[in-house]
Protein backbone atom coordinates (compact mmCIF):
# COMPACT_ATOMS: atom_id res chain seq x y z
CA UNK A 1 0.00 0.00 0.00
CA UNK A 2 1.01 3.93 -0.60
CA UNK A 3 -0.11 6.32 1.42
CA UNK A 4 -0.42 10.15 0.59
CA UNK A 5 -0.55 12.95 2.87
CA UNK A 6 -0.95 16.91 1.28
CA UNK A 7 -0.20 20.08 2.56
CA UNK A 8 -0.02 23.64 2.03
CA UNK A 9 -3.27 24.61 0.66
CA UNK A 10 -5.10 27.70 2.19
CA UNK A 11 -6.69 31.18 1.28
CA UNK A 12 -4.94 33.60 -1.32
CA UNK A 13 -5.93 36.33 -3.02
CA UNK A 14 -5.84 36.77 -7.04
CA UNK A 15 -1.97 37.00 -8.23
CA UNK A 16 -0.37 35.71 -5.08
CA UNK A 17 1.39 32.29 -4.82
CA UNK A 18 0.73 28.68 -2.67
CA UNK A 19 3.62 25.95 -2.38
CA UNK A 20 1.60 22.39 -1.91
CA UNK A 21 3.72 19.36 -0.71
CA UNK A 22 2.89 15.61 -0.87
CA UNK A 23 4.62 13.29 0.91
CA UNK A 24 4.77 9.57 0.24
CA UNK A 25 5.03 6.53 2.60
CA UNK A 26 4.55 2.47 2.43
CA UNK A 27 5.54 0.57 -0.91
CA UNK A 28 6.44 2.86 -3.09
CA UNK A 29 9.41 0.73 -5.07
CA UNK A 30 6.86 0.97 -8.16
CA UNK A 31 6.30 4.24 -8.43
CA UNK A 32 5.79 5.10 -12.22
CA UNK A 33 5.01 8.97 -11.73
CA UNK A 34 3.19 11.53 -9.27
CA UNK A 35 1.12 14.36 -10.14
CA UNK A 36 -1.65 16.86 -8.49
CA UNK A 37 -5.30 16.62 -9.82
CA UNK A 38 -8.12 19.12 -8.65
CA UNK A 39 -11.70 19.22 -8.46
CA UNK A 40 -13.45 22.57 -8.40
CA UNK A 41 -16.75 23.04 -6.87
CA UNK A 42 -19.88 21.64 -10.18
CA UNK A 43 -16.87 19.85 -11.56
CA UNK A 44 -15.19 17.07 -12.71
CA UNK A 45 -11.87 16.17 -11.58
CA UNK A 46 -9.14 17.36 -13.95
CA UNK A 47 -5.28 16.78 -14.28
CA UNK A 48 -3.49 19.26 -12.84
CA UNK A 49 0.50 18.52 -13.43
CA UNK A 50 2.58 15.11 -13.33
CA UNK A 51 6.44 14.15 -13.48
CA UNK A 52 7.63 10.70 -13.78
CA UNK A 53 10.00 9.23 -11.35
CA UNK A 54 12.63 7.69 -13.69
CA UNK A 55 13.37 9.76 -17.00
CA UNK A 56 10.25 11.25 -17.71
CA UNK A 57 10.08 15.56 -17.43
CA UNK A 58 7.13 17.08 -15.98
CA UNK A 59 4.15 17.88 -17.61
CA UNK A 60 1.43 20.22 -17.09
CA UNK A 61 -2.78 21.09 -17.91
CA UNK A 62 -2.35 24.07 -20.78
CA UNK A 63 -4.40 26.31 -17.92
CA UNK A 64 -1.57 26.16 -15.12
CA UNK A 65 1.92 26.30 -17.73
CA UNK A 66 3.94 29.11 -17.11
CA UNK A 67 2.43 29.59 -13.36
CA UNK A 68 2.59 26.20 -11.81
CA UNK A 69 5.57 23.87 -11.55
CA UNK A 70 5.92 20.53 -10.32
CA UNK A 71 8.96 19.04 -8.62
CA UNK A 72 10.44 16.14 -6.55
CA UNK A 73 12.60 15.15 -3.37
CA UNK A 74 13.80 11.65 -4.24
CA UNK A 75 15.46 11.31 -0.93
CA UNK A 76 12.02 12.75 0.95
CA UNK A 77 9.89 11.23 -1.34
CA UNK A 78 8.13 14.43 -1.68
CA UNK A 79 6.21 15.84 -4.78
CA UNK A 80 5.99 19.89 -4.61
CA UNK A 81 3.46 22.11 -6.42
CA UNK A 82 4.44 25.55 -6.97
CA UNK A 83 1.65 27.68 -7.63
CA UNK A 84 2.30 31.35 -8.52
CA UNK A 85 -0.38 34.28 -10.03
CA UNK A 86 -3.33 32.08 -8.83
CA UNK A 87 -6.47 33.17 -9.90
CA UNK A 88 -10.22 32.63 -8.79
CA UNK A 89 -10.70 29.33 -11.51
CA UNK A 90 -7.84 27.92 -9.70
CA UNK A 91 -9.67 27.37 -6.64
CA UNK A 92 -10.13 23.68 -6.08
CA UNK A 93 -9.55 20.49 -4.37
CA UNK A 94 -6.09 19.43 -5.41
CA UNK A 95 -5.52 15.69 -4.77
CA UNK A 96 -1.62 14.29 -4.52
CA UNK A 97 -1.78 11.20 -7.24
CA UNK A 98 0.88 8.33 -7.35
CA UNK A 99 0.61 5.89 -10.12
CA UNK A 100 2.68 2.32 -10.18
CA UNK A 101 4.36 0.65 -13.20
CA UNK A 102 0.96 -1.91 -13.39
CA UNK A 103 -1.44 0.90 -13.56
CA UNK A 104 -2.57 1.11 -10.54
CA UNK A 105 -3.76 4.47 -9.18
CA UNK A 106 -3.16 6.04 -5.41
CA UNK A 107 -4.79 9.54 -4.08
CA UNK A 108 -4.48 12.01 -1.14
CA UNK A 109 -7.28 13.40 1.08
CA UNK A 110 -7.27 16.10 -0.90
CA UNK A 111 -6.43 19.69 0.26
CA UNK A 112 -9.04 23.00 0.01
CA UNK A 113 -7.03 26.15 -2.14
CA UNK A 114 -9.38 29.27 -2.12
CA UNK A 115 -8.40 32.01 -4.45
CA UNK A 116 -10.14 35.35 -3.92
CA UNK A 117 -10.97 38.24 -6.17
Known amino acids: QVQLVESGGGLVQAGGSLRLSCTVS????????MGWFRRAPGKEREFVAA????????SYADSVKGRFTISRANANNIVNLQMNNLQPDDTAVYYC??????????WGQGTQVTVSS
Open 97 to 106: NYVTVGGKNY
Open 26 to 33: GRTFSRLS
Open 51 to 58: IGWSSDGP
